[in-house]
């Protein structure tokens, strides 16, 4: 999103008010890039959640008296104005007071959906954190004890990452590897090969049966294997 303007267009254009120039900027930007589909409907969720919980809104007094000055004013019989040819500019008198009425509220509702935009951002923020399942996995080897392994996993988008602090380097053939473990799948899925210079890593394993799986790092033949046959090194159980 390399334009400054992209998110005071998408606040407008929740709002139904940004104009073609505008809509055609924003639908550009779209196209080169995903991300700015992604900011458009947050804030369009936003918009909807401020109008649905904001109280109603009456017009003021002088909205009702400007708009009765504009309506044509009675003739004798022979010059009234037929109700049906009236009729439209009564209309645009109407709609004319109403985009004067509305456009002394943009800039407070753009502040305002910019606000429920933040705060919704801040509420999924919170709850992608609050899901996280983040472990410590356990040395099965004394020669690992001064060895550290963390791993924070989204059950929502089943993907991880690992933290690795003082590994040593695995044996000359032997290349360290990541499982998940799913008490549902019939064998330890792996995740992927680990290098001992790595201080993080991704991973991602798709199905998982639980939010909450346990994980393992085994001494594998160079090149890992489709299933655990070296040494556990580490390892942390499913949660219950």
């Known amino acids: 999103m390399s334009s400054p303007h992209l998110e005071e267009w998408a606040a407008l254009h929740a709002l139904g008010l940004l104009e073609e120039a505008g809509t055609k900027a924003l639908l550009d930007a779209v196209e080169n890039d995903p991300s700015v589909l992604q900011l458009m409907r947050e804030f369009e969720e936003a918009a909807a959640l401020m109008a649905y ?4 809104l009456m017009p003021p007094p002088e909205l009702k008296r400007e708009l009765l000055r504009r309506l044509p004013s009675r003739r ?3 010059k009234v104005i037929h109700f049906a040819q009236w009729l439209p500019y ?6 004319m007071g109403l985009a004067i009425f509305q456009a002394e509220k943009i800039l407070d509702l ?5 606000s429920a935009h933040a705060d919704l ?8 954190l609050a899901e996280l399942r983040l472990v410590t996995l356990e040395a099965k080897d004394t020669a690992y004890a001064s ?11 089943q993907h991880g990452m690992i933290s690795l602090q003082n590994l040593p380097p695995p044996p000359a053939g032997h290349d360290y590897q990541l499982w998940l473990l799913d008490p549902s799948a019939p064998a330890p899925m792996s995740a992927g090969l680990l290098k001992s210079t790595m201080t993080t890593a991704s991973f991602a394993v798709h199905p998982v049966s639980t939010s909450g ?4 790092i085994s001494l594998e033949p160079s ?3 489709a299933t655990p046959t070296g040494a556990i090194l580490f390892a942390v159980a499913p949660a219950q």
């Not at 919980?53 to 109603?56: G, L, S, T």
């Not at 951002?121 to 992608?128: G, I, P, S, T």
């Not at 060895?147 to 988008?157: E, G, I, Y």
């Not at 799986?213 to 393992?216: N, Q, S, V």
């Open 53 to 56: 919980e904001a109280p109603p």
């Open 76 to 78: 004798s019989a022979a």
């Open 90 to 95: 009564a209309l645009a008198a109407c709609l």
């Open 110 to 114: 753009k502040a305002q959906v910019r």
């Open 121 to 128: 951002v801040e509420l999924r923020n919170r709850n992608d």
């Open 147 to 157: 060895a550290k392994v963390m791993v924070a996993w989204d059950p929502t988008l």
């Open 213 to 216: 799986p346990g994980f393992a």
């Open 223 to 225: 090149g890992g294997d």
